[in-house]
């Protein structure tokens, strides 16, 4: 279910188009539900949100979909930001802190997004700490995408009982809006 209809990634200096508000989203929710689809889902996978109310219909709706279906597994990915701006506004931060990261089994920040959602700095020597606190926040599952030390790009997971890094490529180019193509794996 699409929650905006947008030209192209709001990291580009323009983009065109709508994003979706929280009775458009509850229409659409409301049409699964009378339907009996709600219940077939075994996943649900959260992207990009442009307006505050929307992003709290959909913590209700996944907090709705879990009691009734507690196998159904839900990734989050926080999109707040990147490359220093945030994409959203601040008080967005609560919201999945509180609301929505409780109800995940997986998040997928990137580095960004992980230093908004915990407060804390990251650096090669706190990456722990940091996935730490975001088990706290609820999910089972954590991984960073896209955490640069010393010019060298990593991805960072954790289970809460083991961590691992990978080491990416770097190519020396500005890719926007490709976090996705981790939670579509």
Known sequence: MNTVQLSNHTGYPHFKGERFN????????????LNGFLSSYTHILTGYVGQKGALEKIREWIHKI?????????????????????YVPQEFVHIYKTGLLPLADLITPNGYEAQWLTGIELSPDNVKQVLDQLHQMGPKRVVITSIEFDGVLYIYGSDS?????????????????????????
């Open 22 to 33: 929280d009775k458009q989203l509850d229409t659409l929710f409301t049409g699964l539900e």
């Open 66 to 86: 879990k009691q009734s279906h507690p196998q159904v597994f839900v990734l989050v990915d926080p999109v707040l930001g990147d490359n220093g701006k945030l």
């Open 161 to 185: 009982t083991s961590v691992f890094r990978i080491r990416v490529p770097k190519i020396s180019y500005h890719f926007t809006g490709t976090g996705l193509q981790i939670d579509s794996r």
